[in-house]
């Protein structure tokens, strides 16, 4: 097997002339046989025990040769591109132009990764996000906390109030009629969440527990019911119960329920460096995002569609790896999102886009700077990787090829050489 020639017919992509010999091309022809033979019934001979020569002379010399240039094509493409240095993504034609006993030449049609161009990715000026930590800041904490200790109680001496949890009978009456759906009992309704149709909540405002009132209504014209879409309705209410959130005080038997400290002060202190670490994550991760962003601003080239359509589908097969540890699958995704796999597809394909850019950026980054991981580098990362996936490190060996490993150090490294050298403000 041997690259006849190599030329580029326009942006990223090439024809690619590739010669198979005789002697491997009847090997292919061979393999054929002995596979395909099982299945032909010749007159006088048991189905699949016909000779080479009998079948050939019934159906032609040529009858296993297309069966065999396929066998031939995978070996004998890979072998010319890697002759001609082409990084293929994917084979868009493929043609024989000559075949016989003596071999084959074929055509084939390549996209390959482009060549990009990225200057001025050092000195990239970037603003961080503050991490200083206000009082503001924990006295939200402390709320939320609160939030999720907090008790409904009854409320009896006065009446209902936006904020406050109402137990409430209702029925729904349309030109006099009442529709289905529009009836509940001792249903709990906060009011003021928006839950339903405007005026609604309103109208039960001022209301005291026992009372028994009627409201007036309009349905919204984009309600999801054709029967009720702008119609006006009454509905009959009943106030059973009218309950509030009750916040428990902030002292330092709070503090003790809620945490490992014993005074509010030093709960407070906690809390300070539990907000000022996830501060500065938000930040490291803003940042990283804008760097991102500049350098792929940065990144001069054509990039094949095939590319970022190759990456949107490994983004896809991701998902449904997720989708499957939660005990779902990607088609029971799509019906019930009302998705299919173009739509899905479409979505992925901006951050398909990014992705791909981002890598060729980086890879060009660390071919222009000449990034070389060490080998101590590669093991660390496996050693990194072994505890991260509780495995053994040589298992992790077996897995994920050392190339592979190294290229994504470089690239790496290569993201932290732009920070670093970044201008942060």
Known sequence: MALKSSAKTEANTYEVEVTVDGETFMVAVAKVFKKESKKITVPGFRKGKAPRAIIEKMYGKDVFYEDAMQECYPEALDEACKEADLNVITVTGLEATEVSEDGFTFKATVIVEPEIEIKDYKGIEVEKLSTEVTEEMIDEE?????????????????????????????EGFCDGEAFDGGKAEEYNLELGSGNFIPGFEEQIVGHNTGDEFTIDV?????????????????????????????????????????????????????????????????SERDLDDKLTNAVIEKVEGEIPSQMIDREAQNMIQEMDMRLRQQGMDFDTYMKYTGMNADSVLEMYKPEAERRVKMRLALEKIAELEKIEPTEEDIEAEYNRMAESYKMEADKVKEIIPAESLKEDLGVQLAMKLVKDNAVIK
Do not use: C, W
């Not at 999720?148 to 009446?159: G, I, K, L, Y």
């Open 218 to 282: 309009k349905f919204p014209e984009e309600y999801q019911a054709e029967n009720l879409k702008g119609k006006d309705a009454q509905f009959k209410i009943k106030l059973h119960e009218i309950k509030v959130k009750e916040l428990p005080e902030v002292d330092d038997d709070f503090v003790k329920d809620v945490s490992e400290k014993d005074t509010v002060a030093e709960y407070r202190e906690e809390l300070k460096k539990t907000v000022a670490k996830r501060l500065e994550s938000a």
């Open 142 to 170: 402390i709320n939320s906390v609160r939030e999720r200790n907090s008790r409904m109680v009854t409320v009896e001496d006065r009446a209902a109030q936006n904020g406050d949890t109402v137990v409430i009978d209702f």
